[in-house]
């Protein structure tokens, strides 16, 4: 079992920037893969990004390709992820999600994963 902390979210101005950290519990925080997941008012929790066990692969939404980074410290049990060109429509609840995996798999769908963060709210002003 693993718990998950996230932080970091605040109101910020369009074309800015904001860091989203993930603290998960733990000795085996090596061992998951890890993503993380929005969800704006009225709307689906929808995908934004996840990154392997091991750290050697990503993948993003479409939304958020080439804007959005995710990062894992393994040393530090962390996740993070930097939010850069913000918009918007990237206001919402932003989820981090974890669950064991085999190195190097990618872990997309919110069925994936067994566990689950309380979320922070991002507010991007125009």
């Known amino acids: 079992q693993v718990q998950l902390v996230e932080s970091g979210g605040r109101l910020v101005q369009a074309g800015g920037s904001l860091r989203l950290s993930c603290a998960a519990s733990g000795r085996t925080f090596s061992n998951y893969g890890m993503g993380w997941f929005r969800q704006a008012p009225g709307k689906e929790r929808e995908f934004v990004g996840t990154?392997?066990?091991?750290?050697?692969?990503?993948y993003y939404a479409d939304s958020v390709k080439g804007r959005f980074t995710i990062s894992r410290d393994d040393t530090k049990n962390t996740v993070n992820l930097r939010m850069n060109s913000l918009k918007p429509e990237d206001t919402a609840v932003y989820y981090c999600?974890?669950?064991?995996?085999?190195?190097?798999?990618?872990?997309?769908?919110?069925?994936?994963?067994?566990?689950w963060g309380q979320g922070t709210q991002v507010t991007v002003s125009s």
């Open positions: 999600a974890a669950d064991y995996t085999a190195p190097g798999r990618l872990l997309i769908r919110q069925n994936d994963y067994a566990y």
């Open positions: 990154i392997s066990r091991g750290g050697g692969s990503t």
